[in-house]
C-alpha cells in the first residue's frame, strides 16, 4: 500500500487548510486510518484518527473543535480539514493506515512521506 499526502502548505494563524491521503495498492486491507504529526525537534504525536467504516473519530485534545477527519472509502482516501489554524500547529503531517491481516490480526502500519504545514503568526 502506498499513501500520498497532499495539501500541506504556507497558511496565517486562524486560517485554513484541508490535507488529503490518497491509498493505492492493496487498500482492501486498510483498517483504522490516522494523521499524525512531528514538528523539529519534537516527538510524533497523534492528530487524529478514524475507524475503517468512519463513524468513529478520535482527535488529540488541542486540535479538538478545529480539525475533522473524514474518508471516502469509494476513493480511499482520507482529509484533514484544518480551521482556525495556530502556530503551534506547524509541522510535518503524516498519514498513517492500519494494516489488516485478518480478523484480529495486524501487519505492520503504512505510513505516507507526509506533508508540510507552516503556520505564520
Known amino acids: 500500500v502506498q499513501l500520498v499526502e497532499s495539501g500541506g502548505g504556507l497558511a496565517q494563524a486562524g486560517g485554513s487548510l484541508n490535507l488529503s491521503c490518497a491509498a493505492s495498492g492493496r487498500t482492501f486491507s486498510l483498517g483504522a486510518m490516522g494523521w499524525y504529526r512531528q514538528a523539529p525537534g519534537k516527538q510524533r504525536e497523534l492528530v487524529a484518527l478514524?475507524?475503517?467504516?468512519?463513524?468513529?473519530?478520535n482527535y488529540a485534545d488541542s486540535v479538538k473543535g478545529r480539525f475533522t477527519i473524514s474518508r471516502d472509502n469509494a476513493k480511499n482516501t482520507i482529509y484533514l480539514q484544518m480551521n482556525s489554524l495556530k502556530p503551534e500547529d506547524t509541522a510535518v503531517y503524516l498519514c498513517?493506515?492500519?494494516?489488516?491481516?485478518?480478523?484480529?490480526?495486524?501487519?505492520?502500519?503504512?505510513w505516507g512521506k507526509g506533508t508540510l504545514v507552516t503556520v505564520s503568526s
Open positions: 478514524i475507524s475503517s467504516g468512519g463513524g468513529s473519530r
Open positions: 498513517n493506515a492500519q494494516n489488516v491481516l485478518g480478523p484480529g490480526y495486524y501487519g505492520m502500519d503504512y
